[in-house]
């Protein structure tokens, strides 16, 4: 097998240029793109990209299937779908390429296809928990808040539900961002990392009063003993140290630079939650807890709000994606239908007339 083939590589380059600056995909989702070309370049032994024709396809995808992942068991057919998902819109894109235009089979890369069930199944995801506004309340009881690290673990716990912002947001976060006085939050995407780059305007939620109380501790305590500048982020990784006594690294005191990446984040969500004889919920899950919970006490009109300030553009998008009920929850509104509607709960007189004469007009 040849180390590498010129041609190939020309294509694959070009390719990446197409996705990172064409197509504005980020460097890392194009890296994992270029890892599936390769592995099926490794497949055809280094051949030629315009060689690609429907038995390359249909024996790539026989031994794709066969492979398997560093725990030594077969890929998923999640993972398998994925990477025949790459592949495929390479070869769309190079069939189309003026070098390769009828010289490559574009009927082929149909063939980098799962079958429709595979497809379902492969797309197929499990409910994941999340918690109820109670247990995070007493995982959040449960935590110490005695050092500067610990009182950072705690408001990023809070912050995380008051807020309702992903990881990486949360992490790359300044203390320029938050205004306390308007309750209110400002997802910069100059700065901070919302999901694609969204600029999001929140107000804080608090669902649960200890949420506010902790944050508003935190924010105070950062600025007026910690003397935190409005560039530094809101919740600082630790400044490491070497013990000479000890010989190993600790960290005990907060630095003023930002997280490079959202485990630990995790790792204090893990703690906070399994301290409180509690399974483990992931951060991101905070976000279904608000949503499920705004479905059960609030408004269209109120959960529209929740929905924005969370960074959706549409509602549906809140309820897809958050808002699916567990079974429990399922039976309990289903066995409430009739009883009255929620949406109507503590509605002045007045805005129901208005609401009623705008209907009729």
Request: include cysteine.
């Amino acid at each position: 097998m040849h180390e590498f083939n010129p041609l190939n590589e020309r294509f694959k380059k070009e390719y990446e240029d197409a996705l990172l600056h064409g197509a504005h995909k980020e460097k890392s989702t194009v890296d994992a793109i270029w890892k599936d070309i390769n592995l099926f370049e490794d497949f055809t032994g280094k051949k030629d990209f315009i060689s690609f024709n429907t038995q390359q396809a249909k024996d790539f995808k026989r031994w794709l299937a066969k492979q398997r992942n560093r725990n030594d068991k077969l890929l998923s057919i999640s993972t398998i779908r994925s990477r025949l998902a790459n592949i495929r819109e390479f070869f769309k894109w190079l069939a189309m390429h003026p070098k390769c235009i009828r010289k490559v089979d574009g009927n082929a890369v149909s063939y980098l296809r799962l079958s429709n069930n595979e497809e379902r199944a492969a797309r197929a995801t499990k409910q994941k928990p999340s918690p109820t506004i109670e247990e995070f309340r007493k995982a959040l009881e449960t935590m110490p808040s005695a050092t500067n690290i610990e009182k950072r673990n705690r408001a990023i716990m809070a912050f995380a539900a008051l807020t309702g912002a992903r990881n990486a947001a949360i992490i790359s976060m300044k203390m320029k961002d938050i205004d306390l006085e308007n309750f209110e939050l400002w997802q910069d995407p100059r700065h901070v990392n919302t999901k694609n780059r969204k600029n999001i305007d929140t107000i804080l939620m608090d669902f649960d009063p200890i949420w506010k109380e902790i944050v508003i501790e935190w924010i105070n305590h950062a600025r007026d003993i910690l003397k935190f500048k409005d560039s530094y982020p809101i919740f600082p990784k630790e400044m490491t140290f070497c013990d000479p006594k000890k010989m190993k690294f600790e960290s005990g005191v907060l630095s003023n630079e930002h997280w490079s990446n959202t485990q630990p984040v995790r790792t204090i969500f893990k703690n906070s939650f399994i301290a409180a004889g509690l399974p483990y919920f992931h951060p991101h899950s905070v976000r279904n807890m608000l949503v499920i919970w705004a479905m059960d006490n609030c408004n269209q009109y109120q959960v529209k709000a929740i929905s924005q300030n969370i960074g959706h553009e549409h509602m549906m998008t809140t309820y897809n994606a958050y808002g699916k009920l567990n079974i429990h929850d399922q039976r309990k509104a289903i066995f409430s239908i009739g009883k009255g509607s929620k949406d109507l709960k503590d509605v002045p007189i007045d805005e129901l007339l208005k609401e009623i004469a705008m209907r009729t007009k």
